[in-house]
């Protein structure tokens, strides 16, 4: 069963930056397609990025040029760079993966999620 393990969500002011990580377990190999959402409270969730087994990235409007996806296919693990965060960027953080290789923007074209990490920007 695969396993996906957020950390480095925090309490951060606006303009500063945070490293969220996922970590994924439990697989045969790393060549799947992964994904960021996240989920403000009253809200639903949203697409904030993703990343191919190439490493082809595709993000939301509304973090373009402030969030960057990574990925290190040798431990596994995928990256949210987050800078320049503002306060609407507050949010439950969610890493997930597909069991293809191929990117998708849509929640339910993902397999496995994390169990979430909280990110507050404060003003």
């Known amino acids: 069963q695969v396993q996906l393990v957020e950390s480095g969500g925090g309490l951060v002011q606006a303009g500063e930056s945070l490293r969220l990580s996922c970590a994924a377990s439990?697989?045969?190999?790393?060549?799947?397609?992964m994904g960021w959402f996240r989920q403000a409270p009253g809200k639903e969730r949203e697409f904030v990025g993703t990343i191919s087994w190439r490493g082809t990235t595709t993000y939301a409007d509304s973090v373009k040029g402030r969030f960057t996806v990574s990925r290190d296919n040798v431990r596994d693990t995928m990256y949210l760079q987050m800078n320049s965060l503002k306060p609407e960027d507050t949010a439950v953080y969610y890493c997930?993966?597909?069991?293809?290789?191929?990117?998708?923007?849509?929640?339910?074209?993902?397999?496995?999620w994390g169990q979430g990490t909280q990110v507050t920007v404060s003003s």
């Open positions: 997930a993966a597909r069991s293809t290789r191929y990117a998708s923007y849509a929640s339910y074209d993902y397999d496995y």
């Open positions: 439990g697989r045969a190999d790393s060549s799947y397609a």
